[in-house]
Nanobody
Framework: QVQLVESGGGLAQPGGSLSLSCAAP????????IAWFRQAPGKMREVIAC????????YYESGVRGRSTIARDNAKNSVNLFVYRLEPGDTAVYYC???????????????????WGRGTPVTVSS
């Protein structure tokens, strides 16, 4: 089982930016498709963005489309999520998840992922 560890959460200012990292100690992350999700209090988990194995295309979903970038950092064996122009509505626990198979045509639903991190909480507030 691949272990995923998220980092980079915390308190952020409205209008600011956020940089989150998803690492996989002991595994080579570019062998897996990876997605970032978030879950706000009282709401369902929603996908933010995903990318398939290696340098395959990435896909963006949800209300963060246009304000986010997902990218691999193979030197650090991580997949990073950058969110810009933060809003209080971006407050949530952010998770990364992985699949043993590739992704095409958009981000699959949360139930299809094979392994998950424990999440990193983000609060956007002044």
């Amino acid at each position: 089982q691949v272990q995923l560890v998220e980092s980079g959460g915390g308190l952020a200012q409205p209008g600011g930016s956020l940089s989150l990292s998803c690492a996989a100690p002991g595994s080579t992350l570019d062998a897996y498709a990876i997605a970032w999700f978030r879950q706000a209090p009282g709401k369902m988990r929603e996908v933010i963005a995903c990318l398939s194995t290696s340098d395959s295309p990435s896909y963006y979903e949800s209300g963060v489309r246009g304000r986010s970038t997902i990218a691999r950092d193979n030197a650090k064996n991580s997949v990073n999520l950058f969110v810009y122009r933060l809003e209080p509505g971006d407050t949530a626990v952010y998770y990364c998840a992985g699949k043993y198979t590739g992704i095409s045509g958009g981000c699959p639903s949360p139930t299809t992922y094979d392994f998950w991190g424990r999440g990193t909480p983000v609060t956007v507030s002044s």
